[in-house]
């Protein structure tokens, strides 16, 4: 041997023959070549398989890096892996794991100590949120604090900022024509900003055209002035059957529609967000704007109620 | 048309005019996990790492059953993850050890 020859990482194999690892269950999401069903399970180095060869999973993304690690080949009981497994305890499986770079292996050397979780323990996904996220802001790609900026921008959008647009177009024929003409313009003329790269239409609804929106595509809806959508808005039943059958959508939410009268279903699919502006009710001639804007709901302006006024209730 | 061409015709998000059940006029709060998760698309988005029409196709390329058995923001964090790992910002390996760092914060070992 010579001395002061500096292996590269990768080198030399981190476990040998004989050693007792567990394969490890740290495979999120991706594309991978551990079989899901010796993931956790304890195995037996058989042999250290050489040369070092390139990483499987990362060649699946396309990134042919000539990273080089270990193969292992390993062998597991399956009396370990199939629990309640009748054949002989001495019937086995025999398969190459890679072992990955740095620590994150695809085996970790075998512990049998368990983790036990607490009552507060985030989900799975919750967890990956976060690991991506902090991942994230330690490459520098974000920063921590423009993510809590942004959550208080949506915090700040609701349903309110529509119905005071919807009020105002009310009383104020000019501001109405505005927003018919150039949504976004009036939008910005009342203080509120536009942060998706999205333009907004309102949709008049008249004695003529009732407007209903949808996403059928996913989950398109105007966030800048109604805030988040309700679940139901997302789910498979309103995107599949609004376009097709919204009459009968309309009466599952207690709306009925006279026939003369035409439905429009419009479909968010590109860069354009509707919001629709729903006719105001008879008897409010002597509301103020305001009082007229705590009658306008989030559901009024997706199109699938109108806007009520029970006489006597606003004095 | 056969039943494998269709698939192929219309992917999983695509529903609309598909036969549905009857509307729920289900909501829930937003968790705190989901808005910080449509605050990190909505960043993502405006730095272009990753914009909203890739989220769109990694959600898609989740396949059918995934779509329908994932929530929402379920859907979209394991698009990014997906989508983060083929343009190699992050790795699969980094992201599972950072998940278990994360989850360790939230429980304690102790001896068998």
Request: charged share 25%; with cysteine.
């Amino acid at each position: 041997m010579i001395a002061g020859i500096v292996k590269d990482d990768g080198d030399e194999p981190l476990f040998h023959e004989g050693d007792k690892v567990a394969i490890s269950e740290r495979f999120p999401v991706g594309h991978y070549r551990v079989p899901h069903y010796i993931r956790g399970k304890s195995a037996l180095v058989e042999e250290v398989i050489t040369p070092p060869a390139i990483d499987n999973e990362a060649e699946g993304f396309g990134r042919n890096v000539g990273l080089k690690r270990h193969y292992y080949r390993v062998s597991i009981p399956l009396t370990e892996l199939w629990p309640g497994y009748t054949g002989s305890p001495h019937d086995g499986l025999r398969i190459e794991v890679y072992e990955m770079a740095g620590k994150d292996l695809t085996m970790h050397p075998h512990d049998h100590t368990p983790i036990v979780a607490t009552d507060e323990a985030p989900g799975y996904y919750e967890i990956m949120e976060t690991a991506v996220r902090e991942l994230l802001v330690a490459k520098q790609i974000i920063s921590a604090g423009e993510i809590r900026r942004h959550l208080e921008v949506l915090d700040s959008r609701t349903p309110q900022l529509g119905a005071k647009l919807v009020a105002k177009a009310w009383v104020d024929p000019d501001f109405k024509k505005r927003l018919l003409a150039d949504d976004r313009a009036a939008c910005e003329e009342m203080g509120i900003s536009f942060y998706e790269n999205t333009e907004l239409t309102v949709l008049e609804n008249t004695e003529k055209v009732h407007n209903l929106i949808v996403c059928t595509l996913c989950s398109c809806y105007p966030r800048e002035v109604l805030g988040l959508p309700p679940d139901w808005y997302k789910l498979t039943p309103y995107r599949s059957r609004a376009v097709k059958e919204p009459r009968a959508v309309l009466a599952e939410f207690g709306t009925v529609i006279p026939d003369n009268v035409e439905i429009r279903v419009s479909d968010s699919t590109a860069m354009i967000r509707y919001l629709v502006l729903p006719r105001r009710p008879e008897g409010t001639d002597n509301m103020t704007e305001q009082q007229l804007a705590e009658l306008v709901t989030r559901d009024a302006m997706i199109g699938v109620v109108p806007v009520e006024f029970q006489k006597g209730r606003v004095q | 048309m056969n039943h494998s061409e269709e698939l192929l015709k219309r992917l999983p998000n695509d529903i609309g005019g598909q036969p549905g059940a009857p509307i729920q006029r289900s909501e829930h709060q937003y968790l705190p996990w989901e808005k910080r998760c449509h605050a990190l698309a909505d960043i993502l988005d405006m730095r272009k790492t990753v914009s909203t029409e890739e989220k769109r196709r990694g959600v898609e390329s989740l396949g059918a059953e995934m779509i329908g058995k994932l929530t929402y923001y379920e859907r979209w964090i394991a698009a990014f993850a997906n989508i983060l790992f083929q343009k190699g910002i992050l790795t699969p390996g980094e992201l599972a050890v950072k998940m278990d760092e994360v989850a360790a914060r939230h429980s304690r070992g102790t001896a068998a």
